[in-house]
């Protein structure tokens, strides 16, 4: 693209909606025109984006009538199954934050430090994976490429903030002492909730096999075994995750770190002696993936323990979401 993009945000009055106008400001992403769009209930307000204001329009089928280049959608699945096809129809490039497109055969899921290449083959559509996922395989990437992952196994730690302003309604009422259970079936407040999204016939959560799907899809690679189980935790910012990782190849732990020190999008934080390791309140507000307590796992031949934390607002949905806009304008 030799000009500056027209950019649209759809769903911007939502908490990602927001994290994405801060994302663009701070990475100075470069734009002719910006529209702002939202449901019919958030039109006519109006939002401030590098000192300017906008007025939030309603999204309708005629939205994407104007010069759009590129539309960045957090405003569900059901609204996104609409509307995206209607923008991509009209020459759009959508780069969609809903688990609507993410299993599509047709719709490449990207993570820009993992696969980058995959935005090639896009006919308009681009997804951003589950939160969850895109801070676990940033952290896999270079180590699927260097021993070869036979098996994983996700058990997350996530935060109210990936439920949006409900669940962290529920967390700042329950730490009151009064439990809305708004946005979840129990008090979040004192509890780990292992129940994210809901529960599927074989047993697993909807979160769970998204973990799973994502994780193959995004790695091209249906031959990972990979099982997960995620849990809602009282914690406003950012997932945590425990990965445990077999290899097909032996390693060195010395290796690992080095290869994690020079992967794009990592920091590393693994210092057990001094209490070192990652911590969600210090990765909330920032766009890296904070990987530590690095060590083998001896139950297994050639077997990983991992400790995997990022803001799932910003890398786990907004960041990314920038991100990809900004490899389409390369």
């Not at 016939?201 to 899809?217: C, D, H, R």
């Not at 849990?231 to 445990?244: A, K």
Request: glycine letters at 6%; a negative charge; proline letters at 5%.
């Amino acid at each position: 693209m030799n000009r500056k993009p027209n950019l649209a945000i759809v769903g911007a009055t939502g908490v990602v909606g927001r994290t994405f106008l801060k994302v663009l400001e701070e990475r100075n992403f470069p734009f002719e025109n910006l529209y702002i769009m939202a449901s019919a209930k958030s039109a006519g307000t109006t939002v401030t984006f590098k000192g300017k204001d906008y007025v939030v329009e309603e999204l309708t089928e005629n939205s994407f009538d104007k010069p759009i280049d590129i539309a960045l959608f957090s405003a569900g699945g059901t609204i996104s199954e609409k509307f995206a096809p209607i923008a991509a129809s009209k020459g759009v490039i959508v780069v969609d934050n809903s688990s609507a497109w993410r299993m599509n055969k047709d719709v490449p899921l990207v993570v820009p430090e993992v696969n980058p290449e995959h935005i090639k083959w896009s006919k308009g559509i681009i997804a951003n994976p589950n939160c969850s996922t895109i801070q676990a395989v940033v952290a896999l990437k270079p180590l699927h490429d260097k021993y070869g992952i036979k098996r994983v196994v996700y058990s997350t730690y996530q935060a109210v903030s990936g439920t949006g302003v409900k669940g962290i309604k529920d967390l700042e009422e329950g730490l009151k002492g009064n439990d809305i259970n708004q946005a979840y079936p129990h008090a979040i407040a004192g509890n780990c909730l292992p129940h994210i999204d809901v529960f599927l016939e074989n047993g697993y959560t909807k979160e769970e096999m998204k973990m799973i799907n994502e994780t193959k899809k995004i790695f091209g690679d249906d031959n990972i075994k990979i099982t997960a189980t995620t849990v809602r935790v009282p914690v406003f910012d950012s997932h945590s995750e425990s990965i445990n990782i077999e290899f097909e190849k032996p390693f060195e732990i010395e290796d690992i770190k080095k290869l994690f020190a020079e992967a794009p999008g990592i920091m590393v934080q693994d210092d057990p002696e001094n209490n070192i390791y990652p911590l969600a309140r210090e990765a909330a507000g920032k766009d890296e993936v904070f990987v530590g307590r690095i060590r083998r796992d001896f139950s297994v031949e050639n077997g990983l323990n991992l400790w995997v934390v990022a803001d799932n607002i910003r890398k786990g949905a907004a960041t990314n979401t920038v991100q990809i806009a900004e490899l389409l304008i390369k």
